[in-house]
């Protein structure tokens, strides 16, 4: 019964250093999004994908990038990674528009 | 302007009082209302979804949604300090999804 699992749990970068979060989901879930959130900001959308080979911007995409291969992976790649980037961010997953999100456990990040 | 404006608290209530938690909005286009429930270094998880104006209920647990007022609320009755958490409200117009701030909600016994 794993849902959406999210690794790495926590990283630390330098800045300039890129990586790639991982978020795989077993419920066959067509939209898949990526958020971060930040104290006093709440939760902000990255980027999200409504099904294999379609992704789309958020509200805050600068500086990450987004593919979907595969219904069940959506990884998200820091290119440059920037202080500005220091947060926790959520992976999320849904069977349709209007039907409610799952969410991973995060994963904790940390910029130099 | 927020589209959605939720205060963001702590809110600290003793053990087993009724908490009230709010959300307004200003986009009439929204059509789903949700509650999550944000533990401590945990994802949020589903609590409440709604997609009418009334009420809804689950256990301790009740939803209100005012469309004409473009405000929401949670309701938890005979709190516990398992209730402990960040509240946020949610609501969706198509394919955005979007949160409120968050509340801290901490239950003392």
């Known amino acids: 019964n794993a849902g959406v699992t999210q690794t790495p749990k926590f990283q630390v970068l330098k800045t300039g250093q890129s990586m790639t979060l991982q978020c795989a989901q077993d419920?066959?879930?067509?939209?898949m999004s990526w958020y971060r959130q930040d104290p006093g900001m709440g939760l902000r959308l990255i980027h999200y994908s409504v099904g294999a080979g379609i992704t789309d911007q958020g509200e805050v995409p600068n500086g990450y990038n987004v593919s979907r291969s595969t219904t069940e992976d959506f990884p998200l790649r820091l290119l440059s990674a920037a202080p500005s980037q220091t947060s926790v961010y959520f992976c999320?997953?849904?069977?349709?528009?209007?039907?409610?999100?799952?969410f991973g456990d995060g994963t904790r990040l940390s910029i130099l | 302007q927020k589209e959605v404006e939720q205060d963001p608290g702590p809110l600290s209530v003793p053990e087993g009082a009724i908490v009230s938690l709010n959300c307004t909005y200003s986009?009439?286009?929204?059509?789903?209302f949700m509650w999550y429930r944000q533990y401590s270094r945990k994802g949020p998880e589903l609590l409440m979804y709604?997609?009418?104006?009334g009420n809804k209920e689950d256990g301790r647990f009740t939803a209100q949604v005012d469309k004409s007022s473009k405000y929401i609320s949670l309701f938890i009755r005979d709190s516990q300090p398992s209730d402990s958490a960040t509240y946020l409200c949610?609501?969706?117009?198509?394919?955005?999804?979007?949160f409120g701030q968050g509340t801290r909600l901490t239950i003392n016994p």
């Open positions: 999320a997953s849904r069977a349709g528009t209007f039907q409610p999100q799952h």
């Open positions: 949610a609501m969706t117009q198509a394919q955005k999804l979007v």
């Open positions: 419920m066959n879930h067509e939209y």
């Open positions: 709604t997609y009418s104006s």
């Open positions: 986009n009439s286009a929204f059509q789903y």
